[in-house]
């Protein structure tokens, strides 16, 4: 696999037909992201108790069908050929996603940063790694990421095998020199051993490690939110308020035209890339652009591209650094909006705290700069109307993690009424004039 298959994006497209039918309704609901919940390196939750947590989520994954609501035919296309979905692959994944001995100092496994009781991600601005070491980028959820076309924020993967396989090797996440030396931590595993052999026929490999995760990642399909029951014709199943933000969200507030959500498209993502002006706030792009190309023309390999993203200033170049496009400077894949309400902070570096505050964001135009998406201009919406839209995000969030979605709420909103300043006219416009600094 290579950057370029990732470049033509074209392989999955397929994606429009997908429809929701079945409503699965959960009445349960798991405890996450509270203070009890033991936690263990790096301020994840324990192995342990992730595993537990998992084991209540999912208790069964029915692997015969496509997920409900989904096309078995347009399912299958995100398969691919040589990764079938078995039982003994999804678990086999399953158990890696949590080993934490493919790390270098054997502290940090997936679920350190994609952590299950914290919405699938850590809810830090930016990740922490071995000997913790901060990248420059926001954990986005591993939830429902099958669905999508292409991976990580800047598309530089093409597949979920293949992502799989370099937070491994990346030196400030999970460390390790190179794949044979994750294979070197678990190969003499005897439950490894025959994991492995039931799963794919062969040894443990560094590639079948790749395969396992990805077939465990497609079985996190978490899209039923009260949304989801609302779009299938039950008119209750969101507030009236959040009801009023759906209207604003397709018409005055334009999200839509990037934020495409409808029964064939659930997730929330156009999956194109764009400068939404967050990047631009801290970053002179001319003189980075630069050095990006000079680095990337001494070292063109994709594991040089995954470091120069992460953890150096160039990572705000977004996209560009993939296609070298003057248009993608500071561009990033439109996020997925389903369980927003539970991945705080928001963005690619994390950098926007609450929904309330992605809101001022987008109200106010972005932050100026040369290649600004003509999509992003100023709002002029009202708080109550912020509010409204704020309601609406909430609902995208699976029953499943209802509790914590209330939680986040109160806590968002907390902090919003807090730190946004009072105005005495209702437009919700935050940038602060020179006098005021
Ligand atoms: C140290 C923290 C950390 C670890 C460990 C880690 N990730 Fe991530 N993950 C991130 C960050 C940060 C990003 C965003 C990077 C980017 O887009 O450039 C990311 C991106 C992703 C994405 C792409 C999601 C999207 O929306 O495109 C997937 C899938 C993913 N990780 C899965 C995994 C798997 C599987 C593992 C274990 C093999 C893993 N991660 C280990 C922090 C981590
Ligand atoms: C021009 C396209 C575009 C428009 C219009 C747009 N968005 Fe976005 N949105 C994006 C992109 C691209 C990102 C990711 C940016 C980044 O990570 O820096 C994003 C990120 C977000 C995030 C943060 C997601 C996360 O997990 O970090 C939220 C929430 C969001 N948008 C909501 C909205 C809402 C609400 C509207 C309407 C007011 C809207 N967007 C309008 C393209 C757009």
């Known amino acids: 696999m290579?950057?370029?298959?990732?470049?033509?994006?074209?392989?999955?497209?397929?994606?429009?037909?997908?429809?929701?039918?079945?409503?699965?309704?959960?009445?349960?609901?798991?405890?996450?992201?509270?203070?009890?919940?033991?936690?263990?390196?790096?301020?994840?939750?324990?192995?342990?108790?992730?595993?537990?947590?998992?084991?209540?989520?999912?208790?069964?994954?029915?692997?015969?069908?496509?997920?409900?609501?989904?096309?078995?035919?347009?399912?299958?296309?995100?398969?691919?050929q040589d990764n079938a979905l078995t039982r003994q692959r999804v678990a086999l994944g399953r158990k890696l996603y949590f080993e934490k001995r493919l790390s270098a100092d054997a502290t940090v496994s997936c679920a350190t940063c994609h952590d299950v009781t914290r919405g699938f991600t850590d809810q830090l601005a930016v990740s922490e790694g071995i000997r913790d070491q901060h990248g420059r980028r926001n954990a986005p959820t591993t939830l429902n990421v099958a669905l999508l076309q292409t991976l990580f924020l800047d598309g530089r993967s093409p597949?979920?095998?293949?992502?799989?396989?370099?937070?491994?090797?990346?030196?400030?996440?999970?460390?390790?020199?190179?794949?044979?030396?994750?294979?070197?931590?678990?190969?003499?595993?005897?439950?490894?051993?025959?994991?492995?052999q039931r799963a794919y026929g062969r040894p443990v490999n560094y590639e079948d490690i790749g395969r396992a995760i990805a077939a465990f990642e497609r079985t996190l399909i978490f899209v039923d939110s009260p949304f989801r029951r609302f779009l299938a014709g039950d008119e209750r199943a969101i507030s009236p308020e959040a009801r009023q933000g759906w209207v604003l969200f397709n018409q005055k507030a334009r999200c839509v035209s990037c934020h495409p959500m409808n029964t064939s498209n659930p997730l929330g993502t156009d999956n194109r890339f764009h400068n939404i002006g967050v990047s631009a706030r801290h970053h002179d792009f001319d003189v980075l652009a630069k050095q990006a190309l000079k680095a990337l023309n001494e070292d063109p390999s994709e594991q040089k591209l995954d470091e120069l993203a992460l953890s150096t200033d160039m990572s705000e170049l977004g996209r560009f650094m993939v296609t070298k496009r003057r248009s993608d400077i500071g561009a990033f894949r439109t996020s997925i909006l389903l369980n927003i309400g539970i991945t705080p902070p928001y963005m690619h570096d994390g950098s926007i705290e609450t929904l309330w505050d992605v809101m001022d964001h987008y109200n106010k135009g972005g932050e100026a700069n040369l290649f600004l998406d003509g999509g992003i201009e100023p709002l002029a919406l009202t708080e109550d109307q912020i509010d409204q839209i704020v309601a609406f995000l909430f609902a995208l969030t699976d029953e499943r993690f209802a509790v914590e979605n209330r939680r986040q709420f109160e806590r968002q909103r907390a902090q919003a009424r807090k730190k946004r300043p009072l105005r005495d006219n209702d437009m919700a416009f935050r940038l602060k004039l020179a006098f005021e600094q």
């Open 2 to 80: 290579n950057v370029k298959k990732a470049l033509s994006g074209t392989r999955r497209r397929t994606i429009c037909s997908i429809t929701l039918i079945g409503i699965s309704l959960v009445s349960w609901n798991v405890a996450t992201a509270v203070d009890d919940v033991p936690k263990g390196d790096h301020g994840a939750a324990t192995m342990e108790y992730q595993t537990k947590t998992l084991e209540r989520l999912m208790p069964t994954v029915d692997l015969s069908r496509a997920p409900a609501g989904f096309d078995a035919v347009v399912w299958q296309a995100f398969i691919p």
């Open 159 to 196: 597949t979920l095998e293949h992502q799989a396989q370099m937070p491994i090797i990346n030196p400030i996440e999970m460390g390790m020199p190179d794949g044979q030396a994750a294979v070197a931590a678990i190969q003499n595993d005897a439950e490894y051993k025959t994991a492995f």
